[in-house]
């Protein structure tokens, strides 16, 4: 993974060649979103970045996420549970997995070597679902994080 000021820099040199604006507040929006590895919803950063951004649009912080996701600097992870099932997005583009806290919502980062599916995973796909073709294979692994887990019941 990079570090947080070249993620950052990649992602406003990329955004810049999809033709957006750099605008003070897309900036403020991509260095945030460079440095939270916690999988903000878009109205998790509008909030945060309000204060400095008072007429800032959440159409702006939204439209920013999904141009950094089409140009694929960001994943968009969707994982029901306690923070509803809104957009996560994640500047963590290498590949790994999640392990999702069911009583916090905090969601983690695991290292995988690869998403590429395996042979057997492909075998048991097409056996259940015929003629579907497998492109990547994620892994959700639910639980308790640490934190939650030293909370008294």
Sequence with gaps: MH????RTSVMLRDLR???LKLTPQRI??????AEDLSHPTA????ERLRPAFPTMSFATVYNTLDA??????????RL??????????????SPHHHAV????????DLPAGTLAPTQAAVRKVRHAAPGFTVSAVERIYRGVCAAC???PS
């Design 43 to 46: 109205q998790d950063l509008f």
């Design 68 to 77: 950094l996701a089409r140009a694929g600097l960001a994943g968009v992870v």
């Design 80 to 93: 029901p549970g306690k923070r509803g099932d809104a957009a996560r997005f994640d500047p963590n583009t």
């Design 28 to 33: 403020a929006i991509v260095r945030q979103f």
């Design 17 to 19: 060649r999809a033709g």
């Design 3 to 6: 570090g947080e000021a070249e």
């Design 149 to 151: 887990a030293r909370q």
């Design 101 to 108: 806290c069911d009583s916090c919502g905090t969601v983690l």
